[in-house]
């Protein structure tokens, strides 16, 4: 099935070898052929091209499967996409995105979900820092990233709305802990679920760290099954091995009494 | 804790004038005048008028003056009334001093100190009433050169460019910070006059999109209201990196003027703090930047130019450099007196350089490094009139961005309380009783009233150099001459002084 150069493998379903082109040259290619009525898209050889899936408007939504090392801000703005990474995703990817999925069979970078303000990332291994950074929800939209390992410092700063879950999968289960510092620093609003140990010294100021409830268990039994079907691992397991903790903003108008005039 | 603040203003009412009408309670929203019934007689407290005049203006028998509280503090050099009101203040409440509008200190205004050449004898003056006179610009990157086909068609392809029937545009200001009527009061002025309106960092409301393309729509470091239908509305997608009235600093809308429509415009729940954080977290260094410009170049298929925004200030050169070398096809400067809806006062003013210096430095660096070409300029943060803007084109900006003078054009008498909700002017609020007070069929004639009148100056002023086009006087600053400044003043703004 595989042909060199791209072109339309069946009606709706398009290949493109990514091997040595540019980022705008590969987008051009995946945005004409979305205009031409693709439904998916599959990107062979891919390699540090930027920015996949942005282009992608006002066609879609599409499925574009990513095989290969894609480059910074993958989906980036996208709305209603959908996204799997069969590799490691780098810094920035989801940036700002307005809905869609996007499916990291690896590892992502940076700012994951920065701003993102509906949709779904999920993530199979860890993440990088500032991850979930000022993330929004507005009216039926609520953005969710689920993360299989750990991540760095500031995750959740400045988080306005949607739902983190860190999975702590990273390490043994029988000492899951995790080393990033400033989690939720500035937050006010949304939630992080975190399970593993975690300090109160590692919180910022303006979080609180509570017990989840039955309402709570009830989102991350939602979204723990998806995780496990997008990486063929065995639910239960996922789900059992151990207690989440519940991270959330103690106001969320933080800066409320900073003014006089 | 009782307050030791006096009044800044003093209402003087002349009773024998008065007839009871009671339009300054209704017009105040104060509430510094109310009507004792009793006594049959209008009275006020001015413990809360903010001298902004709008009941004076609507007094239909002028029976009120309002002016500066002249106050019983001994007269100090050092401690003068605006040092001690604010310390009290401070030590009442133990928070930061919040303000609106720009800077108003008394720092050195270069127009001032610049004057325009005029033809005499050896080169003849135009008079743009009897010649064509063209005040026409093209915002966006410009070739290196131009190759043109044997039957005359263009063979260079041309990056993207927008078309101005003036060098002036409506400076960022976000609905939220002003009001709807405001906003689409500056959306049909810019539409009707052929220039462009910017969105702020508030998201464009959905009913006025269909002025998008004359809007420059803007992505901000919280990203409000920015989706790919947004920025593909827009004729340019501005990045705001920075704002001349509070440079380094981000945003706090606050939760309380978060409505039901900005929460929709903005796409955040109502009642929450709207933050913008002081930095785009993207954005660390030039290469993220540039990596921001062409996402925003990616989302929009090439088709916008994108601009970016920064505050005025130490190493604007080098910034505007880096900039330009990241991909930005318009660098827009905001000076230190920009003005804002609401910003710490010790940052509005004391941070940032005066957009004359920055501009000046700004258009030299980028042709010794020859990459002038690359970007347009626009000049924002200070300008009263249209010489202002005459001499910023001839400093080098391709078009200046005007806040202010938008703002006074529809009613706005600076009276510095943007940030307080209250604007009983309807500009800066959304209070629904207040905003609907300005009504956008007046507001946006006095509008395209003000951009006729400046551009029809501009032609004088150009006519009377002897040059009949905008891109003759452009970064020529033969045409300047200095008067009153120093030695590095001078080699700053790359001008002679006068008589040399």
Same mark, same amino acid.
């Given at each position: ?49 930027? *920015? ?44 700002? %995105? ?94 992080? *679920?975190? =399970? ?66 | ?28 929203? &104060? ?10 007689? %209008? ?29 019983? *503090?001994?007269?100090?050099?050092? &401690? ?22 720009? +800077? ?84 049909? #002025? ?16 959905? /009913? ?23 920025? +593909? ?68 298929? *090439? ?48 941070? $940032? ?21 690359? #970007? ?10 249209? /010489? ?21 054009? %529809? ?12 604007? +009983? ?17 007046? #507001?946006?004639?006095?509008?395209? +009233? ?12 150009? $006519? ?9 006087? =452009? ?5 300047? =001459? ?19």
């Amino acid at each position: 099935m595989v042909r060199s150069g791209s072109g339309e493998v069946g009606q709706s379903l398009f290949e493109i070898d990514a091997k040595g082109l540019p980022y705008v040259d590969l987008n051009a290619k995946v945005r004409a052929a979305a205009a031409s009525g693709a439904k998916k898209i599959i990107l062979q050889n891919v390699c540090g091209q930027r *920015y996949i899936g942005t282009r992608v408007y006002p066609y879609g939504p599409v499925e574009i499967e990513v095989y290969g090392t894609p480059g910074n801000d993958l989906g980036a703005f996208i709305d209603g996409h959908r996204i799997t990474v069969y590799g490691n995703a780098q810094d920035g990817t989801g940036n700002t %995105m307005n809905s869609g999925e996007i499916v990291v069979h690896g590892r992502a970078g940076d700012i994951l979900g920065m701003s993102m303000r509906g949709g779904e990332i999920y993530v199979r291994d860890s993440v990088g820092y500032r991850v979930g950074i000022h993330m929004k929800e507005f009216g039926s939209k609520c953005p969710v990233l689920v993360i299989g390992g750990t991540a760095q410092d500031f995750l959740g700063e400045y988080a306005a709305g949607g739902i983190v879950i860190l999975l702590g999968l990273h390490q043994d289960s029988t000492s899951p802990e995790h080393k990033m510092n400033f989690v939720g620093t500035g937050m006010h609003g949304g939630t992080l *679920y975190i =399970r593993g140990e975690l300090r109160p010294q590692q919180l910022g100021k303006q979080v609180t760290i509570s017990e989840v409830d039955e309402q709570d268990q009830q989102t991350l039994d939602r979204y723990i099954s998806k995780y496990a079907a997008h990486f063929n691992l065995p639910k239960k397991q996922l789900a059992d091995s151990g207690n989440f903790k519940k991270i959330q903003p103690t106001t969320k108008r933080p800066y409320g009494h900073l003014y006089t005039h | 804790m009782k307050s030791y603040s006096l009044p800044d203003f003093l209402i003087e009412r002349d009773d024998s004038r008065c007839i009871r009408c009671r339009v300054c309670e209704r017009q105040c929203g &104060w509430n510094v005048h109310s009507y004792d019934a009793e006594e049959d007689k %209008m009275v006020h407290n001015e413990q809360d008028c903010a001298g902004c005049q709008r009941c004076a203006v609507f007094c239909p028998t002028k029976a009120l003056i309002v002016r500066p509280h002249p106050y019983g *503090y001994r007269p100090n050099a050092n &401690w003068t009334k605006d040092y001690l009101s604010d310390l009290k203040k401070q030590a009442e409440t133990g928070s930061i001093l919040l303000t609106g509008m720009g +800077n108003d200190k008394s720092f050195p205004i270069y127009w001032d100190h610049l004057v325009l050449n005029a033809s005499q004898v050896t080169n003849p003056s135009i008079d743009p009433l009897r010649e064509p006179m063209e005040l026409r610009t093209y915002l966006g990157r410009k070739p290196d050169r131009i190759e043109v086909l044997e039957d005359g068609t263009l063979k260079t392809v041309l990056a993207p460019q927008i078309k101005l029937e003036t060098p002036i545009l409506f400076s960022a200001m976000s609905y939220g910070a002003i009001s709807f009527q405001a906003m689409e009061s500056l959306a049909r #002025a810019a539409t009707e006059f052929g220039t462009m309106f910017n969105t702020g960092e508030g998201g464009l409301p959905r /009913s006025l999109r269909k002025y998008g393309k004359n809007a420059v729509v803007q992505c901000a470091s919280g990203r409000f209201g920015v989706d790919l239908e947004y920025l +593909n509305t827009g004729a340019v997608v501005e990045i705001k990196i920075g704002q001349g009235a509070k440079p380094g600093i981000g945003g706090h809308l606050p939760g309380k003027k978060v409505t039901d429509a900005i929460s929709e415009t903005r796409m955040i729940p109502a009642g929450t703090d709207a933050l913008s954080p002081a930095p785009h977290h993207d954005i660390y260094s030039i290469e993220d930047l540039s990596m921001l410009i062409h996402a925003l170049k990616e989302a929009t298929n *090439y088709e916008k130019p994108i601009s970016v925004k920064i505050a005025a200030v130490h190493n604007a050169a080098a910034i505007a450099s880096g900039i330009v070398r990241a991909g930005a096809d318009i660098v827009a400067i905001d000076g230190l007196r920009g003005s804002t809806g609401a910003a710490p006062k010790s940052i509005r003013d004391n941070v $940032g350089i005066p957009i004359e210096l920055a501009l000046a430095a700004v258009d030299t660096r980028l042709r010794q490094e020859g990459i002038r070409n690359q #970007a347009s300029i626009i000049a924002a943060g200070g300008f009263r009139c249209s /010489s202002d803007i005459v001499k910023a084109i001839a400093l080098g900006a391709d078009a200046v961005y005007i806040g202010t003078p938008a703002l006074i054009a %529809m009613g706005c008498t600076v009276c510095q309380k943007c940030y307080s909700g209250i604007c +009983n002017w309807g500009i800066c609020t959304t209070n629904p009783y207040l905003s609907k007070r300005l009504n956008p069929n007046i #507001a946006s004639r006095r509008l395209t +009233n003000l951009l006729n009148a400046w551009s029809h100056e501009m032609k004088e002023m150009l $006519g009377g150099m002897g040059v009949n086009a905008i891109e003759s006087l =452009r970064g020529n600053r033969l045409h300047l =001459r200095g008067v009153g400044l120093q030695e590095w003043e001078l080699e700053v703004l790359g001008v002679r002084g006068a008589g040399r």
